[in-house]
Antibody, heavy 120, light 106 residues
Framework: QVQLVESGGGLVKPGGSLRLSCVAS????????MSWIRQAPGKGLEWISH????????GYADSVRGRFTISRDNARNSLYLQMNSLRAEDTAVYYC?????????????WGQGTLVTVST | EIVMTQSPATLSVSPGERATLSCRAS??????LAWYQQKPGQAPRLLIY???TRATGIPARFSGSGSGREFTLTISSLQSEDFAVYHC????????FGQGTKLEIK
């Protein structure tokens, strides 16, 4: 079945770095745009980044632009999020999510999420 | 940025009754609107896209309507498993979500 599994979350100090991974299965990963979406504790959902099926095109929310980098390895069916200069307000559950073959659309498949906590 | 506003924040409804949830966009998003259901400790699940098209496997009691700036998610006869938080999301220009409506048992 179609599945996304995130990993790499944890506790990190302010200013630190973390790399999240998302492994896809059950579908042709290289055919789809992918995104990272986060949810701070008790808050709503916030889209933070997407990447085209080929990996050539990327987009970022203002809140993370210049600090986070999205990438993918279609041969490994994997999506990544490199997070640098982390702040307390980056504390959230981070989800990877599948979009469609085009750019801005809905998200039909989500991973279970990985928790990132930024704290001293 | 397109701001999505959901109302009410919390909706109390009895099982078997109808629930109506609203989502308003700060500017027109055409029909580029999706709805998600999220239960505690779980990832969101896609319910509706294109404002009114049910996603695969979604029961017919879920329906979406609207276009432009005003949208509605209706659950015709609430089942116990429907009590959750519902999020709307526009994808007309990048992606933004509403703050969510919590649907609770009355």
């Amino acid at each position: 079945q179609v599945q996304l599994v995130e990993s790499g979350g944890g506790l990190v100090k302010p200013g630190g770095s973390l790399r999240l991974s998302c492994v896809a299965s059950g579908f042709t990963f290289g055919d789809y745009y992918m995104s990272w979406i986060r949810q701070a504790p008790g808050k709503g959902l916030e889209w933070i980044s997407h990447i085209s099926s080929s990996g050539i095109n990327t987009g970022y929310a203002d809140s993370v632009r210049g600090r986070f980098t999205i990438s993918r390895d279609n041969a490994r069916n994997s999506l990544y999020l490199q997070m640098n200069s982390l702040r307390a307000e980056d504390t959230a559950v981070y989800y990877c999510a599948r979009s469609t073959s085009t750019s801005c659309t809905w998200f039909d498949t989500w991973g279970q999420g990985t928790l990132v906590t930024v704290s001293t | 940025e397109i701001v999505m506003t959901q109302s009410p924040a919390t909706l109390s409804v009895s099982p078997g009754e109808r629930a109506t949830l609203s989502c308003r966009a700060s500017q027109s998003v055409s029909s580029n609107l999706a709805w998600y259901q999220q239960k505690p400790g779980q990832a969101p699940r896609l319910l509706i896209y294109g404002a009114s098209t049910r996603a695969t496997g979604i029961p017919a009691r879920f329906s979406g309507s609207g276009s432009g700036r005003e949208f509605t998610l209706t659950i015709s006869s609430l089942q116990s498993e429907d009590f959750a938080v519902y999020h709307c999301q526009q994808y007309n220009y990048w992606y933004t979500f509403g703050q969510g409506t919590k649907l609770e048992i009355k």
